[in-house]
Every structure is written in C-alpha cells, then in structure tokens.
C-alpha cells in the first residue's frame, strides 16, 4: 500500500505527543523598543493627518497641495503676528520751574507731567479763553458791525487792565473784537463780547460757569470776563488745560489763538485799523525751542494770580498744551512763565528725541 506524503492535520497524533508541548509566548519589548514603536505610530499617523489637511486646503483653494507639511506648518507660524513690545509711557519733568502750578498734556488728554494742577488759582487773562469760546459760539457774523460801550472805559482804565486800544463808541466788527480779547488781551474787547451775548457782564458770567460746568471743570468759577482779580474768580491749571483743549476744536477759536498778528478793519478813529500782536509771541521775541514750534497762547497776568500762560505747541507730529500759573515775575522784564514753557517744551522734546 502506497504511503500518502501529506502531513497528518491537527489531532491526527495521539495525545502523548501533546504532554510535552509548551504554549507559545511573545517576548515583551523593552521601555526603549516600546517608545520607538511609539514614536513610529505617531508619526505616521501625523503624516497621514496633514497629508488628509493639506488635500483639502488645496481643494478649498487655500493651500497649494505640493506644499508639504513643514512649509505649511512654518507659512502658519510666520502668519502669526509677533506681539510688539508696550513702550515706555512719555513723561515730562516739571520739577524747577518759576510757576508753583503747571500741567503739560496731549490734546488727546494724556498727562506728561504735573505740578500741583488741582490747587486753585487765580486765572488772569486765561479767562479770556472762555470769553472769546463764548463769543464765537454765540456770535456767528463775524463781519457784523458793533459798537464799544463808551460808559465801560472808566472803570478798566481804574483797574489798569490791559486795553486792546479801541476808542470809546468806536464801530468796529465782531472778528475785530474778538481778536482784541485775545491777541492783546484788551478788557474793552472782553466786556463788549459779554454786552453783545447776554446785555450784561453779571448774565454773561453766568453763561461762563454753565459752560464750564458742561466741559467738568469742577474747580472753576468766574465772576468776569477779564479775569481782573477777585477772590471769588477761580480755577485751576488742569480746568484751564481742558478748556483750551475744548475750545480748539472750534476752528474759528483755533484761527484766532493761532493767529501772531492781526490788523482791525479801518474806522474814523483809526483809519488804518489796530495792529494787534499776540502777546505771548511778542514776549517770546527771538525765542526758539528746538524741535518744537509754538502755535499760540494766552498770557495773564495780575499781582495776585502772577504770571499765567495757557499754550499750544507742537512737536514730533504732535500737538501739546501747556498751562502755567503763578510765576513771580512783574510781567515787564522778567517773563518767567515765558521762561517755563521754553523749559518745559524743550524736556518734552528731549524726552520724544525731538531735539
């Protein structure tokens, strides 16, 4: 009988052949084996990942589909913008000037430096940065013709205020006036804006603190529209700082503040007008303060209030405001709240690398 050369199947062999088989076992792998096997999975599975993303993008238009994984990864990275440092915040020191109150801010209100802005003090002529505000509000024709109340004079000149140089019952127009309060701080000029807007200087000053009471200044109060002294006339360089700041987004006011010189319209007292200057340039004389250009400003001055400066200057692009107050000099050849805008606006040039 021929013999089959096929291998006997499972259980073809009797059981004694099965007693001295071992189970099989798989070996274990090592910690290190296992960690590459790990990592091999990953990896693939990573690969296979993008690979899914990086069709679709190209799909979508978004991502060329040759770009490969790493490009992709760096192209987002790259998109990320990198947060800039935060710079220093600018300031300006205010320490060793002559005036004992000052404040220096941006016209978009950032304070650069303090020096006692929330005491009270006597304002002077920087009054008159509300008068004229006032009268450009509420004066709109400025070509109209008015006439300077001659029964007004008599007591100006007995306080000694300073005089524009109009003749009692002289006819001149509203820009003339106005341009009289403020370029050579004429107390005539002042009391006739107060005449034409409420009839009378006590109405008008009531007008005065209404309005200061809408821009919050909360430590001001006006008696006139001089600013002659009076113990009851108050504020402080911060509310005279937010003033200014308000009234020269007027354009009209800004012309008018901004303006060195002016000439009134020619009447039978003057034929060929006034020449007026502003008297802060005049003060300045040739004056100059690197990398910085004054645009206007307002002195005052009175024994009590000593001298008092509220201006506008520019620098590196942008615009500054300064107010001053309580100077000790005699406002005829010591001008030392001149002296401490030239300080003050020569540190803040410094200090912006504008000089």
Request: aromatic content about 6%; some cysteine; glycine content about 10%.
């Amino acid at each position: 009988m021929q013999q089959s050369n096929r291998r006997p199947g499972p259980g073809a062999y009797p059981a004694k052949y099965h007693r001295g088989r071992r189970p099989i076992r798989r070996r274990r792998d090592t910690p290190l084996q296992a960690a590459g096997r790990f990592l091999s999975v990953f990896v693939v599975t990573l690969a296979l990942t993008l690979g899914v993303g990086l069709g679709a993008a190209a799909l979508l238009g978004r991502l060329p589909l040759r770009e490969t994984a790493p490009a992709a990864s760096k192209a987002i990275l790259s998109a990320v913008p990198t947060p800039a440092p935060t710079p220093e915040p600018l300031a300006v020191d205010l320490t060793g000037l002559h005036s004992p109150h000052a404040l220096l801010i941006s016209r978009d209100g950032t304070e650069l430096g303090a020096l006692d802005a929330d005491a009270a003090i006597y304002p002077a002529s920087m009054t008159k940065i509300m008068t004229v505000l006032l009268g450009v509000e509420n004066l709109p024709d400025l070509d109209a013709e008015v006439t300077v109340d001659p029964d007004i004079f008599a007591d100006l000149w007995a306080e000694n205020a300073a005089m524009a140089g109009f003749a009692p019952g002289e006819t001149v127009t509203v820009r003339d006036i106005l341009y009289g309060s403020l370029l050579p701080s004429g107390a005539e000029c002042s009391v006739t804006i107060a005449q034409l807007v409420d009839g009378s200087v006590e109405a008008f000053a009531d007008r005065m603190n209404a309005r200061a009471a809408e821009l919050g200044l909360q430590h001001t109060h006006f008696v006139n529209p001089t600013g002659l002294h009076d113990p009851a006339h108050i504020s402080t360089v911060r509310d005279i700082a937010t003033l200014l700041n308000t009234a020269l987004e007027n354009p009209v006011f800004r012309t008018l503040f901004t303006t060195r010189s002016y000439t009134t319209t020619p009447t039978d007292a003057h034929p060929e007008g006034i020449q007026m200057n502003s008297v802060m340039f005049s003060m300045l004389g040739i004056k100059t303060i690197p990398g910085v250009t004054l645009l206007g400003g307002k002195t005052g001055f009175t024994d009590q209030a000593g001298q008092c400066l509220a201006s506008l200057a520019e620098c590196g692009g942008e615009e500054y405001i300064l107010v001053t107050a309580g100077a000790p000099g005699n406002n005829h050849e010591e001008f030392l709240h001149i002296e401490d805008a030239v300080t003050v606006y020569g540190r803040l040039a410094q200090a912006k690398g504008a000089a």
